[in-house]
Protein backbone atom coordinates (compact mmCIF):
# COMPACT_ATOMS: atom_id res chain seq x y z
CA UNK A 1 0.00 0.00 0.00
CA UNK A 2 1.06 3.29 -0.91
CA UNK A 3 0.96 6.33 1.19
CA UNK A 4 1.74 10.03 0.94
CA UNK A 5 1.02 13.14 1.99
CA UNK A 6 -0.25 14.68 -1.33
CA UNK A 7 -0.98 13.28 -4.41
CA UNK A 8 -1.07 15.31 -7.77
CA UNK A 9 -2.85 13.67 -11.01
CA UNK A 10 -1.14 15.59 -14.13
CA UNK A 11 1.78 17.25 -15.16
CA UNK A 12 0.81 20.37 -16.97
CA UNK A 13 1.45 24.06 -15.85
CA UNK A 14 -0.82 23.64 -12.70
CA UNK A 15 0.05 20.23 -11.58
CA UNK A 16 3.95 20.74 -11.81
CA UNK A 17 3.62 24.59 -9.91
CA UNK A 18 1.95 23.19 -6.95
CA UNK A 19 3.95 20.02 -6.74
CA UNK A 20 6.68 22.45 -6.92
CA UNK A 21 5.45 24.65 -3.84
CA UNK A 22 4.26 22.28 -2.20
CA UNK A 23 7.28 20.06 -1.87
CA UNK A 24 9.47 21.97 1.03
CA UNK A 25 6.43 21.74 3.24
CA UNK A 26 5.45 18.16 2.89
CA UNK A 27 7.77 14.35 3.51
CA UNK A 28 6.50 13.17 0.31
CA UNK A 29 4.44 14.15 -2.73
CA UNK A 30 3.14 11.78 -5.62
CA UNK A 31 2.89 13.09 -8.87
CA UNK A 32 1.42 10.89 -11.23
CA UNK A 33 0.88 11.11 -15.22
CA UNK A 34 -0.75 8.53 -17.46
CA UNK A 35 2.35 9.63 -20.14
CA UNK A 36 5.46 10.98 -19.97
CA UNK A 37 5.69 14.02 -17.74
CA UNK A 38 5.73 16.72 -20.70
CA UNK A 39 2.95 15.05 -22.17
CA UNK A 40 0.23 18.06 -21.32
CA UNK A 41 -1.90 20.36 -23.22
CA UNK A 42 0.38 22.92 -21.68
CA UNK A 43 3.54 22.23 -23.81
CA UNK A 44 0.83 23.16 -27.50
CA UNK A 45 0.04 26.48 -25.70
CA UNK A 46 1.33 28.69 -28.06
CA UNK A 47 0.25 32.25 -27.17
CA UNK A 48 1.58 33.34 -23.64
CA UNK A 49 -0.11 34.38 -20.48
CA UNK A 50 -2.30 37.23 -20.02
CA UNK A 51 -0.66 39.74 -17.42
CA UNK A 52 -1.03 43.19 -16.76
CA UNK A 53 2.43 44.71 -17.24
CA UNK A 54 2.14 47.51 -20.16
CA UNK A 55 1.93 51.31 -19.16
CA UNK A 56 -1.28 52.22 -20.31
CA UNK A 57 -2.74 48.92 -18.46
CA UNK A 58 -4.54 48.01 -14.98
CA UNK A 59 -6.03 45.43 -13.35
CA UNK A 60 -9.11 46.86 -13.62
CA UNK A 61 -8.79 47.00 -17.61
CA UNK A 62 -8.04 43.13 -17.38
CA UNK A 63 -10.86 42.59 -15.13
CA UNK A 64 -13.35 44.50 -17.60
CA UNK A 65 -11.66 42.41 -20.70
CA UNK A 66 -12.18 38.67 -18.86
CA UNK A 67 -15.71 39.79 -17.63
CA UNK A 68 -17.17 41.06 -21.13
CA UNK A 69 -15.37 38.30 -22.93
CA UNK A 70 -17.00 35.78 -20.29
CA UNK A 71 -20.52 37.16 -21.21
CA UNK A 72 -20.66 38.51 -17.34
CA UNK A 73 -21.05 34.52 -16.03
CA UNK A 74 -17.37 34.64 -14.55
CA UNK A 75 -17.38 35.42 -10.77
CA UNK A 76 -16.10 38.62 -10.36
CA UNK A 77 -13.94 37.46 -7.00
CA UNK A 78 -12.17 34.95 -8.95
CA UNK A 79 -11.11 37.09 -11.63
CA UNK A 80 -9.95 39.65 -9.51
CA UNK A 81 -8.01 37.05 -7.74
CA UNK A 82 -6.32 36.04 -10.34
CA UNK A 83 -5.82 38.72 -12.59
CA UNK A 84 -4.01 41.07 -9.32
CA UNK A 85 -1.84 37.41 -8.76
CA UNK A 86 -0.92 37.57 -12.76
CA UNK A 87 2.03 40.07 -12.58
CA UNK A 88 3.87 38.65 -9.42
CA UNK A 89 4.00 34.79 -10.86
CA UNK A 90 4.65 35.65 -13.95
CA UNK A 91 7.57 37.65 -12.32
CA UNK A 92 8.05 34.12 -10.05
CA UNK A 93 8.18 31.91 -13.33
CA UNK A 94 11.23 34.08 -15.10
CA UNK A 95 12.97 34.22 -11.74
CA UNK A 96 12.85 29.97 -11.72
CA UNK A 97 14.12 30.47 -15.72
CA UNK A 98 11.25 30.95 -18.05
CA UNK A 99 12.66 32.62 -21.06
CA UNK A 100 10.07 35.32 -21.92
CA UNK A 101 10.56 37.79 -24.74
CA UNK A 102 12.16 41.09 -23.30
CA UNK A 103 13.32 44.84 -24.82
CA UNK A 104 16.30 46.29 -24.15
CA UNK A 105 15.48 47.05 -20.77
CA UNK A 106 14.65 43.92 -19.90
CA UNK A 107 11.02 44.84 -19.72
CA UNK A 108 8.75 41.85 -20.97
CA UNK A 109 7.71 41.90 -24.57
CA UNK A 110 3.56 42.49 -24.38
CA UNK A 111 1.53 40.73 -27.60
CA UNK A 112 -2.00 41.15 -28.32
CA UNK A 113 -4.59 38.42 -28.84
CA UNK A 114 -8.58 38.56 -29.21
CA UNK A 115 -10.79 40.71 -26.84
CA UNK A 116 -8.16 42.16 -24.89
CA UNK A 117 -7.77 46.04 -25.14
CA UNK A 118 -4.29 46.39 -24.11
CA UNK A 119 -0.59 44.89 -25.18
CA UNK A 120 -0.40 42.44 -21.76
CA UNK A 121 0.21 38.59 -23.21
CA UNK A 122 3.89 37.50 -21.89
CA UNK A 123 5.23 34.82 -23.87
CA UNK A 124 8.50 33.24 -25.22
CA UNK A 125 7.81 32.99 -29.47
CA UNK A 126 5.20 30.52 -30.22
CA UNK A 127 6.15 28.43 -27.76
CA UNK A 128 5.19 29.88 -24.45
CA UNK A 129 3.77 26.49 -22.73
CA UNK A 130 6.58 24.36 -24.15
CA UNK A 131 9.07 27.06 -22.44
CA UNK A 132 6.89 26.83 -18.60
CA UNK A 133 6.78 23.30 -18.91
CA UNK A 134 10.65 22.68 -19.62
CA UNK A 135 11.27 25.39 -16.65
CA UNK A 136 8.98 23.83 -14.22
CA UNK A 137 10.28 19.65 -14.80
CA UNK A 138 13.65 21.06 -14.10
CA UNK A 139 13.02 22.86 -11.19
CA UNK A 140 10.65 19.86 -10.19
CA UNK A 141 13.93 17.82 -10.60
CA UNK A 142 15.71 19.37 -7.51
CA UNK A 143 13.47 17.85 -4.72
CA UNK A 144 14.08 14.48 -4.38
CA UNK A 145 10.97 14.15 -2.58
CA UNK A 146 8.49 14.38 -5.47
CA UNK A 147 8.26 10.40 -6.96
CA UNK A 148 7.28 10.59 -9.99
CA UNK A 149 4.13 8.10 -11.81
CA UNK A 150 4.58 8.08 -15.25
CA UNK A 151 2.89 5.45 -17.23
CA UNK A 152 0.78 5.74 -14.68
CA UNK A 153 -3.41 5.93 -15.14
CA UNK A 154 -5.82 7.23 -12.54
CA UNK A 155 -8.85 5.03 -12.89
CA UNK A 156 -10.92 6.55 -9.75
CA UNK A 157 -10.94 8.00 -6.32
CA UNK A 158 -11.36 7.13 -3.40
CA UNK A 159 -13.64 9.01 -1.62
CA UNK A 160 -15.56 7.63 1.82
CA UNK A 161 -18.99 7.50 2.86
CA UNK A 162 -18.61 11.35 4.59
CA UNK A 163 -17.36 12.37 1.13
CA UNK A 164 -13.69 12.82 2.33
CA UNK A 165 -11.21 12.07 -0.57
CA UNK A 166 -8.42 9.95 0.58
CA UNK A 167 -6.68 8.85 -2.47
CA UNK A 168 -6.90 7.10 -6.23
CA UNK A 169 -6.71 3.85 -7.56
CA UNK A 170 -4.02 3.99 -10.12
CA UNK A 171 -3.39 1.48 -13.09
CA UNK A 172 0.76 0.83 -13.71
CA UNK A 173 0.28 0.36 -17.38
CA UNK A 174 3.77 -1.04 -17.77
CA UNK A 175 2.96 -3.73 -15.00
CA UNK A 176 -0.86 -3.96 -15.49
CA UNK A 177 -1.58 -3.55 -12.11
CA UNK A 178 -3.88 -1.47 -10.09
CA UNK A 179 -3.17 -0.39 -6.79
CA UNK A 180 -4.50 2.12 -3.98
CA UNK A 181 -2.39 4.99 -3.26
CA UNK A 182 -3.57 7.48 -0.58
CA UNK A 183 -3.17 10.50 0.69
CA UNK A 184 -4.49 13.41 2.59
CA UNK A 185 -4.70 15.54 -0.25
CA UNK A 186 -5.37 14.59 -3.86
CA UNK A 187 -4.89 17.61 -6.52
CA UNK A 188 -6.74 17.16 -9.84
CA UNK A 189 -4.73 18.66 -12.62
CA UNK A 190 -5.39 16.59 -15.76
CA UNK A 191 -6.07 19.49 -18.34
CA UNK A 192 -9.20 19.21 -20.65
CA UNK A 193 -11.18 17.03 -22.62
CA UNK A 194 -10.85 18.59 -26.47
CA UNK A 195 -10.26 14.53 -27.34
CA UNK A 196 -14.14 14.03 -27.14
CA UNK A 197 -14.60 15.69 -30.47
CA UNK A 198 -12.99 14.87 -33.88
CA UNK A 199 -11.00 17.68 -34.81
CA UNK A 200 -8.90 19.57 -31.52
CA UNK A 201 -6.09 21.59 -31.09
CA UNK A 202 -5.25 19.34 -27.82
CA UNK A 203 -3.05 16.45 -27.20
CA UNK A 204 -4.54 12.42 -27.11
CA UNK A 205 -4.18 12.41 -23.76
CA UNK A 206 -7.05 15.09 -23.23
CA UNK A 207 -10.05 12.79 -23.03
CA UNK A 208 -11.30 14.15 -19.78
CA UNK A 209 -10.34 12.05 -17.20
CA UNK A 210 -10.06 14.27 -14.32
CA UNK A 211 -13.84 15.58 -14.34
CA UNK A 212 -15.22 11.60 -14.98
CA UNK A 213 -13.42 10.31 -11.40
CA UNK A 214 -14.68 13.69 -9.94
CA UNK A 215 -18.07 13.26 -11.70
CA UNK A 216 -18.35 9.24 -10.72
CA UNK A 217 -16.86 10.44 -6.88
CA UNK A 218 -20.31 12.76 -6.77
CA UNK A 219 -18.30 15.59 -7.40
CA UNK A 220 -19.92 18.99 -8.69
CA UNK A 221 -19.50 19.74 -12.26
CA UNK A 222 -20.12 23.26 -13.51
CA UNK A 223 -20.56 24.94 -17.06
CA UNK A 224 -19.61 21.99 -19.36
CA UNK A 225 -21.20 23.38 -22.10
CA UNK A 226 -18.75 26.53 -22.17
CA UNK A 227 -16.34 24.49 -25.03
CA UNK A 228 -14.04 26.85 -26.53
CA UNK A 229 -13.71 26.15 -30.26
CA UNK A 230 -9.94 28.02 -31.22
CA UNK A 231 -10.84 29.57 -34.83
CA UNK A 232 -7.61 29.14 -36.31
CA UNK A 233 -6.22 25.51 -36.90
CA UNK A 234 -4.25 24.42 -39.42
CA UNK A 235 -6.75 22.76 -41.91
CA UNK A 236 -5.69 19.19 -42.97
CA UNK A 237 -2.85 19.36 -40.10
CA UNK A 238 -3.98 16.61 -38.17
CA UNK A 239 -1.48 13.86 -36.35
CA UNK A 240 -1.55 12.14 -33.63
CA UNK A 241 -5.02 12.80 -33.21
CA UNK A 242 -5.13 16.96 -32.86
CA UNK A 243 -4.79 19.68 -35.00
CA UNK A 244 -2.09 22.09 -35.37
CA UNK A 245 -2.79 25.63 -33.73
CA UNK A 246 -2.22 28.38 -35.34
CA UNK A 247 -1.72 31.16 -32.54
CA UNK A 248 -4.17 34.09 -32.17
CA UNK A 249 -1.09 36.16 -31.55
CA UNK A 250 -0.50 35.83 -35.39
CA UNK A 251 -3.67 37.80 -35.74
CA UNK A 252 -2.97 39.91 -32.89
CA UNK A 253 0.34 41.04 -34.97
CA UNK A 254 -1.99 41.92 -37.74
CA UNK A 255 -3.04 38.73 -39.57
CA UNK A 256 -6.86 38.75 -40.60
CA UNK A 257 -9.09 36.09 -42.29
CA UNK A 258 -10.51 36.05 -45.76
CA UNK A 259 -12.41 33.91 -47.88
CA UNK A 260 -10.56 31.99 -50.39
CA UNK A 261 -11.75 34.46 -52.95
CA UNK A 262 -10.28 37.13 -51.09
CA UNK A 263 -13.26 38.30 -49.55
CA UNK A 264 -12.94 39.76 -46.10
CA UNK A 265 -15.97 39.14 -43.69
CA UNK A 266 -15.20 39.58 -40.33
CA UNK A 267 -16.33 43.34 -40.47
CA UNK A 268 -19.99 41.58 -40.76
CA UNK A 269 -19.56 40.08 -37.72
CA UNK A 270 -17.91 42.37 -35.52
CA UNK A 271 -16.69 45.73 -35.08
CA UNK A 272 -13.05 44.06 -33.50
CA UNK A 273 -12.71 42.18 -37.08
CA UNK A 274 -10.49 39.51 -36.92
CA UNK A 275 -9.38 40.04 -33.09
CA UNK A 276 -13.11 39.98 -31.62
CA UNK A 277 -13.19 37.23 -28.94
CA UNK A 278 -12.78 33.80 -29.91
CA UNK A 279 -16.43 32.75 -29.72
CA UNK A 280 -17.59 35.33 -32.52
CA UNK A 281 -14.49 34.84 -34.60
CA UNK A 282 -15.15 30.63 -34.81
CA UNK A 283 -19.41 31.26 -35.44
CA UNK A 284 -18.53 33.50 -38.18
CA UNK A 285 -15.95 31.01 -39.73
CA UNK A 286 -18.50 28.34 -39.23
CA UNK A 287 -21.11 30.46 -41.18
CA UNK A 288 -19.29 31.64 -44.08
CA UNK A 289 -17.67 27.91 -44.42
CA UNK A 290 -21.67 27.14 -44.48
CA UNK A 291 -22.46 30.03 -46.83
CA UNK A 292 -19.59 29.11 -48.96
CA UNK A 293 -19.80 25.45 -49.34
CA UNK A 294 -15.80 25.68 -48.94
CA UNK A 295 -13.71 23.48 -46.50
CA UNK A 296 -11.60 26.61 -44.79
CA UNK A 297 -11.16 29.87 -44.62
CA UNK A 298 -7.90 31.84 -44.61
CA UNK A 299 -5.51 33.38 -42.85
CA UNK A 300 -3.69 36.35 -44.98
CA UNK A 301 -0.24 37.33 -43.61
CA UNK A 302 0.54 40.46 -45.92
CA UNK A 303 1.36 42.05 -42.98
CA UNK A 304 4.39 40.53 -42.55
CA UNK A 305 7.64 40.08 -43.85
CA UNK A 306 9.35 36.66 -44.10
CA UNK A 307 11.59 37.75 -41.81
CA UNK A 308 9.33 39.02 -38.77
CA UNK A 309 6.68 36.37 -39.33
CA UNK A 310 10.10 33.86 -38.89
CA UNK A 311 11.33 35.40 -35.86
CA UNK A 312 7.70 36.00 -34.05
CA UNK A 313 6.52 32.63 -34.90
CA UNK A 314 9.02 30.03 -35.42
CA UNK A 315 7.03 27.24 -34.53
CA UNK A 316 4.03 28.05 -36.94
CA UNK A 317 6.58 29.26 -39.99
CA UNK A 318 8.02 25.39 -39.50
CA UNK A 319 5.54 23.89 -39.85
CA UNK A 320 3.90 26.02 -42.92
CA UNK A 321 6.60 25.55 -44.58
CA UNK A 322 7.08 21.51 -43.76
CA UNK A 323 3.36 21.30 -45.37
CA UNK A 324 4.29 23.76 -48.44
CA UNK A 325 2.54 26.65 -47.69
CA UNK A 326 4.74 29.36 -48.52
CA UNK A 327 4.65 31.90 -45.45
CA UNK A 328 3.99 34.78 -45.43
CA UNK A 329 3.65 35.01 -49.04
CA UNK A 330 0.82 32.70 -49.39
CA UNK A 331 -1.92 32.23 -46.63
CA UNK A 332 -2.58 29.69 -44.29
CA UNK A 333 -5.67 27.38 -44.60
CA UNK A 334 -7.57 27.52 -41.33
CA UNK A 335 -10.64 25.90 -39.66
CA UNK A 336 -11.95 26.14 -36.27
CA UNK A 337 -10.73 23.21 -33.32
CA UNK A 338 -12.12 22.09 -30.28
CA UNK A 339 -9.45 23.76 -28.14
CA UNK A 340 -10.76 24.42 -24.40
CA UNK A 341 -13.18 23.52 -21.84
CA UNK A 342 -13.75 26.62 -19.38
CA UNK A 343 -16.51 23.75 -17.72
CA UNK A 344 -15.16 21.15 -15.19
CA UNK A 345 -14.77 20.46 -11.80
CA UNK A 346 -16.71 23.44 -9.69
CA UNK A 347 -14.35 25.13 -6.93
CA UNK A 348 -14.07 27.93 -5.14
CA UNK A 349 -11.51 30.35 -4.79
CA UNK A 350 -8.73 28.03 -2.88
CA UNK A 351 -9.27 25.55 -5.60
CA UNK A 352 -11.48 23.31 -3.00
CA UNK A 353 -13.93 20.92 -4.80
CA UNK A 354 -16.80 20.31 -3.22
CA UNK A 355 -15.33 16.78 -2.20
CA UNK A 356 -13.32 17.36 1.21
CA UNK A 357 -9.07 17.34 0.54
CA UNK A 358 -9.91 17.12 -3.68
CA UNK A 359 -9.15 19.83 -5.04
CA UNK A 360 -8.62 20.72 -8.84
CA UNK A 361 -6.57 23.26 -10.56
CA UNK A 362 -6.11 23.79 -14.50
CA UNK A 363 -8.20 23.61 -17.69
CA UNK A 364 -9.73 20.76 -15.38
CA UNK A 365 -11.37 22.90 -12.85
CA UNK A 366 -14.52 25.32 -12.98
CA UNK A 367 -12.94 28.24 -10.98
CA UNK A 368 -15.65 30.75 -12.33
CA UNK A 369 -13.08 32.91 -13.78
CA UNK A 370 -14.24 32.23 -17.63
CA UNK A 371 -17.61 32.45 -17.34
CA UNK A 372 -19.06 31.77 -21.08
CA UNK A 373 -16.13 31.98 -22.64
CA UNK A 374 -12.48 32.32 -21.56
CA UNK A 375 -10.31 35.69 -22.87
CA UNK A 376 -7.03 34.44 -24.52
CA UNK A 377 -4.00 33.29 -22.65
CA UNK A 378 -5.90 33.74 -19.21
CA UNK A 379 -5.59 29.91 -19.00
CA UNK A 380 -2.25 29.55 -18.53
CA UNK A 381 -2.81 32.36 -16.09
CA UNK A 382 -5.73 30.75 -14.28
CA UNK A 383 -3.42 27.95 -13.92
CA UNK A 384 -0.63 29.26 -12.19
CA UNK A 385 -2.75 31.62 -10.16
CA UNK A 386 -4.71 28.60 -8.35
CA UNK A 387 -1.85 26.23 -7.90
CA UNK A 388 -0.75 28.91 -5.59
CA UNK A 389 -3.95 29.68 -4.00
CA UNK A 390 -4.46 25.72 -3.88
CA UNK A 391 -0.76 25.32 -2.23
CA UNK A 392 -1.45 27.86 0.10
CA UNK A 393 -4.68 26.28 1.69
CA UNK A 394 -3.20 22.67 1.29
CA UNK A 395 0.06 24.46 3.37
CA UNK A 396 -2.33 25.28 5.95
CA UNK A 397 -4.34 22.26 6.01
CA UNK A 398 -1.55 20.02 6.68
CA UNK A 399 -1.39 20.49 10.15
CA UNK A 400 -4.73 18.84 10.56
CA UNK A 401 -4.43 14.87 11.99
CA UNK A 402 -5.22 12.24 8.84
CA UNK A 403 -5.75 8.95 9.04
CA UNK A 404 -7.17 6.54 6.43
CA UNK A 405 -10.19 4.54 6.45
CA UNK A 406 -10.93 3.37 3.38
CA UNK A 407 -9.77 -0.09 2.39
CA UNK A 408 -8.40 -0.05 -1.17
CA UNK A 409 -9.85 -2.73 -3.47
CA UNK A 410 -10.42 -2.69 -7.24
CA UNK A 411 -10.32 -5.07 -9.96
CA UNK A 412 -7.04 -5.96 -11.72
CA UNK A 413 -6.95 -5.09 -15.28
CA UNK A 414 -7.81 -8.38 -18.00
CA UNK A 415 -6.77 -8.92 -21.09
CA UNK A 416 -8.76 -7.37 -24.04
CA UNK A 417 -9.63 -9.10 -27.00
CA UNK A 418 -9.55 -7.81 -30.34
CA UNK A 419 -13.27 -7.98 -30.49
CA UNK A 420 -13.86 -5.64 -27.87
CA UNK A 421 -10.64 -3.55 -28.69
CA UNK A 422 -12.59 -2.92 -31.90
CA UNK A 423 -15.85 -1.89 -30.26
CA UNK A 424 -14.07 0.41 -27.99
CA UNK A 425 -12.09 2.01 -30.67
CA UNK A 426 -15.57 2.30 -32.45
CA UNK A 427 -17.26 3.45 -29.98
CA UNK A 428 -14.44 6.27 -29.44
CA UNK A 429 -14.93 7.52 -32.76
CA UNK A 430 -18.69 7.72 -33.65
CA UNK A 431 -18.43 9.45 -30.24
CA UNK A 432 -16.31 12.20 -31.32
CA UNK A 433 -17.97 12.47 -34.43
CA UNK A 434 -21.49 13.06 -32.76
CA UNK A 435 -20.15 15.49 -30.96
CA UNK A 436 -18.17 17.82 -33.70
CA UNK A 437 -21.61 17.30 -35.93
CA UNK A 438 -24.29 17.81 -33.33
CA UNK A 439 -22.70 19.20 -29.96
CA UNK A 440 -19.93 21.86 -31.44
CA UNK A 441 -19.68 25.40 -32.39
CA UNK A 442 -23.60 26.30 -33.55
CA UNK A 443 -26.10 23.71 -31.50
CA UNK A 444 -29.89 23.35 -31.56
CA UNK A 445 -32.49 21.55 -29.12
CA UNK A 446 -33.04 18.80 -31.79
CA UNK A 447 -29.18 17.97 -32.60
CA UNK A 448 -28.40 18.29 -28.36
CA UNK A 449 -31.40 15.45 -27.97
CA UNK A 450 -30.20 13.26 -30.91
CA UNK A 451 -26.74 14.13 -29.44
CA UNK A 452 -27.69 12.44 -26.05
CA UNK A 453 -30.03 9.66 -27.73
CA UNK A 454 -26.90 8.51 -29.72
CA UNK A 455 -24.83 8.08 -26.65
CA UNK A 456 -27.19 6.87 -24.62
CA UNK A 457 -26.82 4.08 -27.38
CA UNK A 458 -23.12 4.16 -26.98
CA UNK A 459 -22.99 4.09 -23.37
CA UNK A 460 -25.19 0.79 -23.27
CA UNK A 461 -22.82 -0.78 -25.73
CA UNK A 462 -19.75 0.00 -23.56
CA UNK A 463 -21.22 -0.91 -19.98
CA UNK A 464 -22.60 -3.89 -21.43
CA UNK A 465 -19.05 -4.93 -21.88
CA UNK A 466 -17.27 -6.99 -19.16
CA UNK A 467 -15.07 -4.54 -16.89
CA UNK A 468 -11.77 -4.61 -18.44
CA UNK A 469 -9.79 -2.55 -16.40
CA UNK A 470 -7.44 -1.20 -18.95
CA UNK A 471 -6.24 2.34 -20.06
CA UNK A 472 -8.63 2.18 -23.12
CA UNK A 473 -11.48 0.85 -21.35
CA UNK A 474 -10.95 4.09 -18.48
CA UNK A 475 -10.46 6.80 -21.32
CA UNK A 476 -13.78 5.39 -22.94
CA UNK A 477 -15.95 5.30 -20.66
CA UNK A 478 -14.80 8.85 -19.41
CA UNK A 479 -14.66 10.43 -22.54
CA UNK A 480 -18.71 8.94 -22.50
CA UNK A 481 -19.12 10.46 -19.26
CA UNK A 482 -18.05 14.25 -20.65
CA UNK A 483 -19.57 13.88 -23.67
CA UNK A 484 -23.03 13.57 -21.45
CA UNK A 485 -22.29 15.99 -19.11
CA UNK A 486 -21.40 18.44 -21.97
CA UNK A 487 -24.61 17.86 -23.60
CA UNK A 488 -26.40 18.13 -20.90
CA UNK A 489 -25.18 21.10 -19.42
CA UNK A 490 -26.18 22.45 -22.75
CA UNK A 491 -29.73 21.28 -22.80
CA UNK A 492 -30.37 22.85 -19.47
CA UNK A 493 -29.31 26.39 -20.54
CA UNK A 494 -31.96 27.43 -22.78
CA UNK A 495 -30.35 31.00 -23.92
CA UNK A 496 -27.35 31.81 -25.99
CA UNK A 497 -24.41 33.25 -24.52
CA UNK A 498 -20.72 33.46 -25.15
CA UNK A 499 -19.69 29.84 -26.42
CA UNK A 500 -23.19 28.26 -25.66
CA UNK A 501 -24.69 29.23 -29.01
CA UNK A 502 -28.12 27.24 -29.47
CA UNK A 503 -30.29 28.49 -32.78
CA UNK A 504 -33.68 27.78 -30.62
CA UNK A 505 -32.78 31.04 -28.03
CA UNK A 506 -30.42 33.17 -29.82
CA UNK A 507 -30.50 35.95 -27.16
CA UNK A 508 -28.83 36.29 -23.60
CA UNK A 509 -31.34 35.46 -20.90
CA UNK A 510 -30.92 37.30 -17.50
CA UNK A 511 -32.41 34.54 -15.50
CA UNK A 512 -29.71 32.33 -16.76
CA UNK A 513 -26.63 34.12 -15.65
CA UNK A 514 -25.98 31.37 -13.20
CA UNK A 515 -23.71 28.45 -12.99
CA UNK A 516 -24.84 25.23 -14.89
CA UNK A 517 -24.05 22.29 -12.39
CA UNK A 518 -24.19 18.83 -12.94
CA UNK A 519 -23.83 16.31 -9.96
CA UNK A 520 -24.86 11.87 -10.17
CA UNK A 521 -27.39 12.13 -12.44
CA UNK A 522 -26.36 11.81 -16.77
CA UNK A 523 -24.64 8.28 -16.45
C1 LIG B 1 -3.31 30.77 -28.98
O1 LIG B 1 -2.11 30.98 -29.03
O2 LIG B 1 -4.08 31.23 -29.81
C2 LIG B 1 -3.85 29.92 -27.90
C3 LIG B 1 -3.65 30.51 -26.59
C4 LIG B 1 -4.88 30.32 -25.75
O3 LIG B 1 -5.60 29.34 -25.93
O4 LIG B 1 -5.18 31.21 -24.94
Known sequence: MKNFDVIVVGSGIAGLTFAFKIAPYVNNVCLITKKSIDDSNTNYAQGGIAAVFGD???FELHIKDTLETGRFLSHKDAVEIMVSNGPRLVIELKELGAKFETDEDGKFKLGKEGGHSRRRIVYAGDYTGYEIEKTLIENIKTYNNIFMYTNHFVCDLIVDENNLCQGVYV???????IEPYFSQFV???TGGCGQVYKFTTNPMIATGDGIAISY???AKIANMEFFQFHPTALYNSEELGRSFL??????GEGAFLKLKDNRQFMHKYSDKKSLAPRDIVARAIDAELKLTGEDFVYLDLSPFTEKKFKERFPKIYEKCKQMNINVPYEPIPVVPAAHYSCGGILTDTNARSSIKNLYAIGEVACTGVHGGNRLASNSLLEALVFADLAFRDVREKLKEPFETTVPGFYSQPRP?????????SKIRKQLKELMWKKVSIVKTVKSLKEADEQVNILSET???LENYNNVEYFEVRNMLIVSKIIINSALKRKESRGLHYVKDFPEEKNEYLHDTIIQKEVL
Open 56 to 58: DDS
Open 171 to 177: LDVEKNE
Open 187 to 189: VIA
Open 216 to 218: LAN
Open 246 to 251: ISEAVR
Open 416 to 424: MDEETKNIL
Open 462 to 464: FFN
